[in-house]
């Protein structure tokens, strides 16, 4: 359920950047662009709610990884890796190989080179290059590149297969060595902060996403927990990026563990549901934003603006998400081997 609130923050948030003017702009007048200010102002937490996707992944990831070292038995690296990438990996280049034929594509419309160049967010033709596009194959995204081509969204998932390869030398260290393992993560973290203060924070987040796996609070904290987790959420807009992605350790901490006594998130995990859902959140989150820029490059360029129209870019972009979600699982089943041999169209959970 959070996982399903914070993927629709980032995606609606994305829609509201693309195709809207700033909640400034709208409130200039304020009787006729009512839906489309209360649009703004309430999907308006994508940054945070990515933020919370890598405590989550940390939470997913990061808590079995810490149940097996503390047992002194790090995974190996096969059985480690291809259980942790063996889908994330395929999603990601597909969607990068989406993202390609989007852009290029899309970029023949009428006027909407200048929109790529300068209409939104961030110069996504010169972000369009093949450093960048085989750096992000690479997940060397956002740290030595930045994301490929319009689809900023990517360097989160950049970070967390990072998170996923320090995490696992950092616990086959532990094994042998905790004194050498502490060292060692306290080096990491200096030497990431020096590079860029984000992935160490996050790093840290991932990591508390871990140890929260492992934390029981008493039911009777299920309220205020809750509470005080959405007051913080939604505190941490106003905050600077690198203070509100700290701000994360905190929220997904309070927010699990008052999740965890919903009578209604028990019954979905007991019935794989909220497993199916992090499954199809990978393929959401790392081909919506080439989307919906291309539907609006193509469709709407200059005529979506505020209310009726808006909420028709709304539900085409819904519906064309959803059809690029399908195709990106097509593409990751054509490139996924099962071990029996055979092209396998569905396979596990990638955290």
């Not at 934003?289 to 028709?312: C, D, K, Q």
Request: include cysteine; aromatic fraction near 12%; glycine fraction near 8%.
């Amino acid at each position: 359920m959070l996982r399903l609130f914070l993927l629709l923050q980032v995606v609606f948030g994305h829609m509201g950047a693309v195709a809207l003017p700033s909640a400034h702009q709208l409130a200039t007048d304020v009787a006729q662009h009512w839906p489309s200010i209360t649009f703004r102002l309430i999907w308006r937490f994508g940054p945070q709610a990515a933020f919370l996707f890598v405590f989550l992944s940390g939470f997913m990831v990061a808590g079995p990884l810490l149940t097996s070292t503390r047992e002194g038995k790090a995974p190996s690296a096969r059985a480690y890796f291809s259980k942790r990438l063996h889908r994330i990996v395929p999603i990601s280049v597909c969607a990068v190989l989406l993202t390609a034929l989007l852009d290029i594509v899309s970029r023949f419309s009428p006027g909407a080179c200048v929109f790529y160049y300068n209409g939104y967010a961030y110069d996504m033709v010169a972000a369009f290059n093949w450093t960048n596009f085989i750096g992000n194959l690479l997940f060397l995204q956002p740290v030595l590149v930045d994301s490929f081509g319009s689809n900023g969204p990517l360097w989160t998932l950049g970070y967390i297969v990072q998170y996923y390869i320090l995490g696992w030398i950092l616990s086959k260290i532990y094994v042998s060595s905790r004194l050498l393992a502490l060292i060692m993560l306290v080096l990491c973290l200096g030497l990431m902060a020096n590079a860029r203060a984000e992935w160490a924070v996050l790093f840290l987040s991932w990591l508390s996403g871990g140890v929260a796996r492992h934390t029981h609070v008493s039911k009777r904290l299920f309220v205020p927990f809750l509470l005080l987790g959405c007051l913080l959420f939604v505190v941490s807009n106003i905050m600077d990026a690198l203070a509100s992605a700290a701000s994360s350790i905190a929220i997904g901490f309070l927010l699990t563990m008052a999740l965890r006594h919903l009578p209604a998130v028990r019954r979905l995990d007991m019935g794989g549901g909220l497993r199916r859902l992090s499954n199809e959140s990978y393929a959401i989150y790392a081909v919506h934003h080439p989307v919906l820029m291309s539907i609006y490059a193509v469709v709407f360029l200059g005529a979506a603006g505020p209310n009726l129209r808006f909420f028709l870019y709304v539900a085409v972009s819904l519906v064309l998400t959803m059809v690029a979600t399908i195709t990106l699982n097509g593409l990751v089943g054509l490139m996924t081997i099962k071990k029996s041999g055979l092209i396998g169209s569905r396979m596990g959970h990638p955290k």
